[in-house]
């Protein structure tokens, strides 16, 4: 992957906000992200085919859904992604955080 592809993804807020709230939670289905995000299918799908075309999150079926997570082996050959993740602490990043943890609570589909 080329660095300028990974710097263009990495200059979207809302995809950086989809790759913290891997990086803080390890997976994430498109209907968790819209639901935190507050995004609707059609952006979710949108930053999530870009972040896949760059390579930056890696999809796993299980059953009829589709989890996302960061793909750690890009990350440790482009340390700064890490490092620029893991230096947002804005509050918007913070309210993602809440927002995922309390959505998680309620959450009652993407289970089977």
């Known amino acids: 992957m080329e660095t300028l592809e990974i710097l263009k993804s990495l200059a ?18 498109n209907c968790d992200l819209e639901e935190v995000l507050k995004l609707n299918q059609s952006n979710t799908s949108r930053h999530i ?17 589709s989890y996302y997570s960061l793909n750690l082996e ?28 309390e959505f998680l609570k309620i959450k009652n589909h993407c289970s089977d």
Request: aromatic share 8%.
């Open 12 to 29: 979207d807020l809302n995809r950086l906000r989809i790759l913290k709230i891997l990086l803080t939670f390890k997976e994430a289905c």
């Open 74 to 101: 890009l990350l440790k050959k482009n340390s700064f992604i890490m490092d620029i993740l893991e230096s947002l602490d804005d509050c918007i990043f913070l309210e993602d955080k809440n927002s995922f943890i």
């Open 49 to 65: 085919i870009k972040l896949r075309k760059d390579d930056l999150i890696i999809c796993k079926k299980k059953g009829k859904w």
